[in-house]
């Protein structure tokens, strides 16, 4: 079935570097744009970033810009988040989500999120 | 920035209609989609295109839109619906991607 599994979640400290992963199935990984999606607790969501299906072109929310970096590797099926100068803000659920242009770029399949705590 | 505002929560009785409102400035000229989050669980599609509905989906979820505002209404509410229900829409270009605030919907 279609899948997305988040990894690489866990608990670092205030400026510290943390690489997460999204494993893919069950699909044409190289044909989809995929994204990271975030979620404090007791907080709502809040999109991080998104990269085209070919990695040409990426997308980054403000707040995430410099520190954050997506990346994919179309060959694994994975997609990646490399979160560097981590602040306890960051800490929060890190979702993958894909957008399928058959549903106008919704983010019709979600991965059950990886938890990243940053914390002395 | 993209900011779409949502009423932070919504009350209904089992089996009365509930409508959530998502509204944004730019909401005339972009897509809005609706996503349903159970306690402890990833989000789910359930709007997309504004009004469109993926399969799975019952058909007591609806959406539709006016203007600066969409709204996603159930029709028939159950105890099941108890979730929050973010809207989400983005640019033309899709190279960004806002999120309203999320409504708790509780069943009463």
């Known amino acids: 079935q279609v899948q997305l599994v988040e990894s690489g979640g866990g608990v670092v400290q205030p400026g510290r570097s943390l690489r997460l992963s999204c494993a893919a199935s069950g699909f044409t990984f190289s044909y989809y744009d995929i994204h990271w999606v975030r979620q404090a607790p007791g907080k709502g969501l809040e999109w991080v970033a998104g990269i085209s299906y070919e990695e040409h072109n990426k997308y980054y929310a403000d707040s995430m810009k410099g520190r954050f970096t997506i990346s994919r590797d179309n060959s694994k099926n994975t997609l990646y988040l490399q979160m560097n100068s981590l602040r306890a803000d960051d800490t929060a659920v890190y979702y993958c989500?894909?957008?399928?242009?058959?549903?106008?770029?919704?983010?019709?399949?979600w991965g059950q999120g990886t938890t990243v705590t940053v914390s002395s | 920035s993209y900011e779409l505002t949502q009423p932070p929560s919504v009350s209904v009785s089992p089996g009365q209609t509930a409508r959530i409102t998502c509204s944004a400035d730019?909401?005339?000229?972009?897509?809005a989609y609706w996503y349903q989050q159970k306690s402890g669980q990833a989000p789910v599609l359930v709007i997309y295109k504004d009004t469109e509905r993926p399969s799975g989906i019952p058909e007591r979820f609806s959406g539709s839109s006016s203007g600066t505002t969409v709204i996603l209404t159930i029709s028939g509410v159950q105890a099941e619906d108890e979730a929050d229900y973010y809207c989400q829409s983005g640019d033309s270009s899709r190279t960004y991607v806002g999120f309203g605030g999320g409504t708790k919907l509780t069943v009463l």
């Open positions: 730019a909401l005339p000229n972009q897509y």
């Open positions: 989500a894909k957008r399928d242009p058959a549903y106008i770029y919704a983010m019709d399949v």
